[in-house]
């Protein structure tokens, strides 16, 4: 058989392992996923902009004190000393409303996405997987197809 006979038969992808959706919620008060071990944040220009003038600051000002830039240019948001979120106050996120895509898809990242086993592993670092509210597959992958990761 060809090539070509096998992709004019070839069955449709195969449903993602959270088919039926699965559960999360924020949990009140928790911080965990913005700070306590290294990381990266990525940010796209625009978002640097859009936190910018969020804080009513200069995008220039708001990099000096709040970006770092790797030798490729790719920019992140700094860490304190703890690993914690630059942008993470006694409150929570100082910036919520303008927080990068990054943090607005948590935990919905291709790597906790991958398997069912990684997603139950996640539970170590968020309490709120599990919980709360259902979501629905077609989000999820919409989510995971629009993420422009590091
Ligand atoms: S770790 Fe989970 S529950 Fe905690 S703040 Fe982050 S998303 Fe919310
Ligand atoms: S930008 Fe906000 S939501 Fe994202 S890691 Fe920093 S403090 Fe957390």
Redesign the pocket.
Known sequence: MSDDAVSETAEPSEAPWFAEGVRFSCVAGC?R???GAPGD?W?TEEEIAA?AAFMKLSVEDFERSYVRRYASGKPS?RERRNH??????EK?????AA??K???D?PFWPEVMDTPFAWLAERNRCPGIGEGELHDAPKIVDMLKTQKRG
């Open positions: 911080r996923c913005c700070g944040v940010v936190i948001l914690d979120c630059i942008l993470l106050d929570g996120c100082s910036v919520y927080r990068p990054q943090c607005r948590y």
